[in-house]
């Protein structure tokens, strides 16, 4: 993730959706955040302007934007000017829902100290928990930098994630058919971890989800339909089908 989009739309779809997921499935003991954090491309780059205006999101039906609490908390966000106020926000807001966090990973990620990285956030890995991987752009083999988050990484944590988890990730769709784009890609992450994930996406962004143990994941499952259904611009897709 990267400081200048703290706040914005696509925040208010993941948090929401944390929040959903956790207030569904009350046998999740807590929630996992791992930011794999780039920061700004240049120095003194400013914040981004598009997809910050959370008041038109709310009158567009954007995914998130009924909870008229976590977007003013957001509003609120995107004046943080650095990361550690930013984490501390966070976990504000999840404190007052009552739901228990842990920010893994707060360190700079970068390209060459992916192991390192992997490496903290495994070190002491949650059990009972929503564990969400938020890379700034999301999946990517042929050409990875900073902003990606490799097949490879995705089966560690999958290795080390236990029957009563589940596992989220973020991934920006490019500019492609978008379900096809989708498709394709749960058909690399069931090749690499074994497991098919539930895909919840609003053709913008998209989010993967992986339980091993087939209760939850047809927990998890119902769950997602039923926020899908609460925006219509959501679709949620069962790849395996």
């Known amino acids: 993730m990267d400081g200048r989009y703290f706040g914005d739309t696509r925040d208010l779809f993941t948090f929401d959706l944390v929040r959903h997921i956790m207030k569904s499935l009350p046998e ?9 954090l780039t920061g700004t491309e240049t120095a003194g780059h400013g914040k981004k302007d598009a997809q910050k205006d959370l008041d038109k999101a709310y009158r567009f039906g954007k995914a998130g ?10 509003m609120r966000l995107q004046e943080i000017a650095n990361e550690p106020e930013y984490f501390r926000g966070i976990g504000t807001y ?19 100290d992916r192991d390192t990285y992997f490496q ?3 070190h002491d890995f949650p059990k009972n928990s929503l564990i969400f991987l938020d890379p700034e752009t999301g999946l990517e083999e042929e050409h990875p930098d900073e902003k990606h988050l490799l097949l490879s990484e995705v089966k560690k944590v999958c290795d080390h994630l236990d029957s009563g988890s589940i596992l989220m990730i973020y991934q920006h769709i490019p500019r492609a058919k978008h379900e096809e784009y989708v498709r394709r890609r ?4 069931e090749e690499s971890t074994g497991s098919w994930p539930a895909v919840i996406t609003d053709n913008e962004i998209a ?6 143990n087939q209760k939850l994941m047809v927990h998890l ?3 997602l339909e039923c926020y899908a259904d609460t925006y219509p611009a959501l ?4 790849c395996r089908s």
């Open 186 to 189: 749960c058909t690399q992450l």
């Open 207 to 212: 989010f993967f989800l992986f339980a091993k």
């Open 235 to 238: 679709r949620f897709l069962n």
């Open 65 to 74: 934007s009924q909870n008229s609490e976590l977007r003013e908390h957001l």
């Open 94 to 112: 999840f404190d007052k829902e009552m739901i228990l966090i842990d920010i893994s990973g707060r360190q700079r990620f970068t390209n060459p």
């Open 28 to 36: 999740l003991a807590g929630f996992t955040f791992v930011p794999m």
């Open 221 to 223: 499952k119902n769950a």
């Open 120 to 122: 903290s956030v495994l």
